[in-house]
């Protein structure tokens, strides 16, 4: 058991580095002994898949940020429709807390309504902008979100108060959120400076953790989109040049925004609690990834360790599985075709953390094994160290909003490959679709995924 613990631990950690490790492999043992949940329940709790990248999910607002207001407390209103109200809305944000998306929605609808019964500007105000949230969560709702976060920031006017004037960025993030989840980069980066700038005017300093961390994942985003075009040789070369040159810029801002968080983080500990420090570290690994010279994925691999063991002590599952997968394929990356010791080392380290991820799929989320890629229908596997060739196909994207996994090079392909409408007209597919909820031929896959979930927990 003590090798066990120690396998998943990076060659070289310190000792303060260590305990963290140790504490990754309890949770795992903790999750062991837990009974997995059915599929049908597995995708509740878990960001929409970002793409090639985990950065353009984008942070949730600090808890300050993301808190109700309580100054909109309407005289003269009765106090049973006054407590039903802050009951109503925090039992939508415990909802939300605990991932129940569709009871959340529900919940803030019927805020807002005895909000606007009431007369309560504020926490209808909070509680569009919180629906917003949720929306974000909900597939196929996406749609809704920006739509009521615009209609919150309405409601917020030009009222100068401190309160407004925060409620206001929190709008800002909001949208700027829904921006992104569209891949609008240019409007989202513009909406979150402006919130940045909001907070740091009103000395705000969780609106100003929230906002930059959501501010460099965007980035991060934008400059993964830019490189991807500099990167398609389909693409001329005069303008494969301009794209590579402005990834960079975004990139080094992106940087700069997210080491400014974790300065700002470290400079007021009380104020951060911590949970999404792991999708700072996962935004700043994919930077450094998608850049992809030696020293930066040796960068980038530190980095998604930080993310890993961060996201595990926060409980964020999400990244927690975007960071397994990154380690698995960060060192793959680096021992393909290389038939030496070092190369040896990082597929073994590689084949550890792919094995790892497959397990907390399975014993997490009642998630069986995947045999193969949906696209290309090629073997998805574990691989072996003997098998090192420079045309391994075997990097992976776990898609966390349905627990499916793909070829990441199959899936960027796929979704770059427009469809047919049923008026054969081509249609841009969504920046998160996934090829197997898209298509219903691949329904069975869904069913025996759920009678392997029944068939071990029938006794």
Not at 263 to 274: F, I, S
Request: charged share 25%.
């Amino acid at each position: 058991q003590h090798a066990t613990q120690h396998s998943m631990a990076p060659l070289g950690v310190d000792s303060k580095e260590e305990e963290y490790w140790d504490d990754f492999s309890t949770s795992l043992e903790h999750e062991a002994s837990r009974p997995p949940p059915p599929p049908a329940l597995s995708a509740q709790g878990l960001l929409d898949d970002p793409g090639p990248s985990s950065a353009s999910a984008g942070l949730l607002g600090t808890t300050s940020a993301f808190s109700l207001g309580t100054s909109g407390l309407a005289l003269g209103t009765s106090p049973s429709g006054r407590t039903l109200l802050d009951a109503t809305l925090q039992a939508a944000c415990a909802s939300y807390a605990k991932s129940a998306f569709q009871a959340a929605r529900e919940g803030f609808e019927r805020a807002i309504a005895l909000a606007e019964e009431l007369g309560d500007v504020e926490d209808e105000i909070d509680a569009r902008r919180l629906l917003a949230e949720t929306y974000l969560k909900i597939p196929h709702a996406k749609s809704l979100a920006r739509e009521c976060a615009v209609e919150a920031r309405k409601l917020c006017g030009d009222n100068d108060d401190d309160e407004y004037r925060e409620r206001r960025a929190a709008c800002d993030e909001t949208i700027a959120s829904c921006d992104a989840a569209e891949q609008k980069w240019d409007r989202a980066i513009e909406t979150l400076r402006s919130a940045l700038d909001t907070y740091r005017q009103n000395d705000d300093v969780a609106g100003q953790l929230s906002s930059l961390g959501k501010l460099g994942v965007t980035l991060v985003s934008a400059g993964v989109a830019l490189s991807a075009a500099a990167n398609d040789e389909k693409n001329e070369a005069m303008a494969r040049h301009v794209w590579q040159q402005a990834a960079d810029a975004t990139f080094q801002e992106a940087l700069a925004r997210l080491n400014e968080r974790i300065e700002l983080a470290e400079r007021h500990p009380d104020t951060d609690d911590g949970r999404h420090i792991g999708r700072v570290y996962g935004a700043m690994a994919d930077v450094h990834s998608s850049i992809g010279n030696t020293g930066d994925v040796v960068r980038a691999i530190e980095l998604s360790e930080k993310a890993l063991i961060a996201s595990v002590r926060g409980e964020d599952h999400a990244q927690e599985l975007s960071s397994l997968a990154s380690l698995a394929n960060l060192h793959e990356h680096m021992g393909v075709g290389w038939d030496n010791e070092g190369g040896m080392r990082s597929v073994a380290s590689a084949a550890e953390f792919r094995r790892k991820l497959f397990e907390i799929l399975w014993k997490r989320h009642g998630v069986p094994t995947p045999t193969h890629c949906v696209i290309c229908a090629e073997a998805i596997g574990v691989l072996d160290a003997t098998e090192m060739r420079s045309d391994i196909k075997d990097e992976i994207t776990v898609l966390t909003s349905c627990l499916h996994t793909v070829h990441t090079s199959c899936l960027t392909k796929w979704r770059a490959t427009p469809y047919r409408s049923s008026v054969l007209s081509p249609l841009a597919r969504a920046p998160n679709a996934c090829p197997v909820c898209e298509d219903p031929n691949q329904e069975h896959r869904k069913t025996r995924e759920m009678d392997a979930w029944r068939l071990a927990n029938s006794t």
